[in-house]
C-alpha cells in the first residue's frame, strides 16, 4: 500500500514501527516497508482489513492528529467491521477549542453521533460507559452555543448520591459538601474558558453548577443544561427536571447504567426515561458502546469484562 511520502508514513507507522506492529499482530500478518509502501502478507481477508487500517489511519494524520493505541485498536476494530470509511467522517469538524487553543475533534463514530444528536435535538441521552466522553462533549457543546450566544447560561448539575453517603453528615457548607460530587464539570469548565474568565462567569450567574435537587420549582430558559450522573437520579428526580424545561432550553442527560448507586429498590431515573421517551421527536437516545471509551485501551476491556458478568449474573441495571 502507497502512503505517499515518508513524513506520512512515519506517523502512521510510530515509533520504531509500533503501530505497524500492533496491526501485524492483532490480524495474523506478515508486514514490511520498501520506501513510501507498506506491503502485508497473510490471508486475503486480513490484508483488506490491514490495508483498510492503514487508510484509516492515514485520514487521522491528515486530519492533523496523532495516533494513538486507543484510536488504533479502535480503527481495526472498524475495519473488521467493514465500517473503516467513516473514519475520516469522524475526524472532520472541530466541536469546540479549549482556552488553550485546542481544538476539540470527536474520536469515535458513537461520539459522532452523540455530538450531532446534540445539535439537533432539544433533549438528548448520552448512556453509556466511562471513558467515552459524554460530559466532557455536552461541555465543550455548551460552551460553544454560550459563546455563540444562542444561550445566556450554562447550567450543570449532578445527583448527590454517591456510595452510600448523605450530604448531611459530610463537613462543610453546603458548597463544600457538593463540591466532590461537581469537580469534573468544573474541571472541564476551567480547561474550555480558563481559571479567570470561568470565575468570572460563576460570580455573574452565567455559569450555575449545583446538587439536582435545586432545580426543582425552577423553569429553565435560554440555558445549556446538562444532567451529569444521571443514574443516580430517582424517576422521581428526573420527571422533576425534565420538566423543567423551558423557551431556548437544551438538555443534556448523561450516565452509566451500570454505575448506580441508587439504595436498593429503586429503579434509576435514566433508565425508565431512556424507555418512556425513546421516539418521541426532538428527544435522542444515543447509545455508547466499549468502543467508544477513549481513555486507556485496557478501559475498554475491563468495560466488557464486567459486562458480561453482569449479564451472566443478572445483574441490576
Avoid: W
Avoid at 4 to 9: E, F, I, T, V
Amino acid at each position: 500500500m502507497e502512503t505517499g511520502n515518508l513524513d506520512r508514513l512515519q506517523k502512521v507507522l510510530g515509533v520504531f514501527d509500533e503501530n505497524l506492529q500492533i496491526i501485524s499482530r492483532e490480524l495474523s500478518l506478515i508486514s514490511r516497508v520498501e520506501g513510501t509502501k507498506v506491503l502485508l502478507e497473510g490471508e486475503e481477508e486480513s490484508v483488506a482489513v490491514g490495508e483498510n487500517v492503514l487508510d484509516s489511519l492515514l485520514a487521522i494524520v491528515d486530519a492533523g492528529e496523532q495516533i494513538e493505541k486507543s484510536s488504533l485498536l479502535y480503527c481495526i476494530e472498524l475495519a473488521r467491521e467493514g465500517k473503516s470509511g467513516e473514519i475520516a467522517g469522524v475526524m472532520k469538524g472541530v466541536v469546540a477549542v479549549t482556552f488553550a487553543g485546542k481544538p476539540v475533534k470527536c474520536k469515535t463514530v458513537g461520539q459522532k453521533e452523540y455530538v450531532s444528536k446534540i445539535k439537533k435535538n432539544t433533549i438528548t441521552f448520552g448512556v453509556g460507559p466511562a471513558g467515552t466522553g459524554k460530559t466532557y462533549l455536552a461541555v465543550c457543546l455548551a460552551v460553544a452555543a454560550f459563546k455563540a450566544k444562542e444561550v445566556e447560561r450554562i447550567i450543570l448539575t449532578r445527583p448527590a448520591v454517591e456510595a452510600g453517603e448523605k450530604l448531611g453528615f459530610l463537613p462543610g457548607d453546603l458548597q463544600t459538601k457538593v463540591d466532590p460530587y461537581l469537580r469534573p464539570l468544573y474541571d472541564a469548565l476551567r480547561e474550555m474558558f480558563g481559571a479567570e474568565t470561568y470565575q468570572k462567569l460563576m460570580e455573574k450567574g452565567a455559569i450555575e453548577i449545583a446538587p439536582l435537587a435545586y432545580m426543582r420549582g425552577r423553569t429553565l430558559s435560554d440555558a445549556f443544561v446538562i444532567l451529569d450522573e444521571a443514574q443516580n437520579a430517582t424517576r422521581e428526580q428526573m420527571k422533576m427536571f425534565l420538566t423543567r424545561l423551558g423557551d431556548g432550553c437544551k438538555m443534556v442527560v448523561t450516565g452509566d447504567l451500570t454505575q448506580t448507586d441508587l439504595p436498593e429498590g429503586k429503579m434509576s431515573g435514566l433508565k425508565q426515561a431512556t424507555t418512556l421517551l425513546k421516539g418521541i421527536e426532538d428527544i435522542a437516545i444515543v447509545a455508547f458502546s466499549e468502543k467508544d471509551v477513549v481513555r486507556h485501551p485496557l478501559v475498554g476491556k475491563i468495560v466488557k469484562a464486567y459486562e458480561r458478568d453482569g449479564k451472566g449474573k443478572g445483574e441490576r441495571k
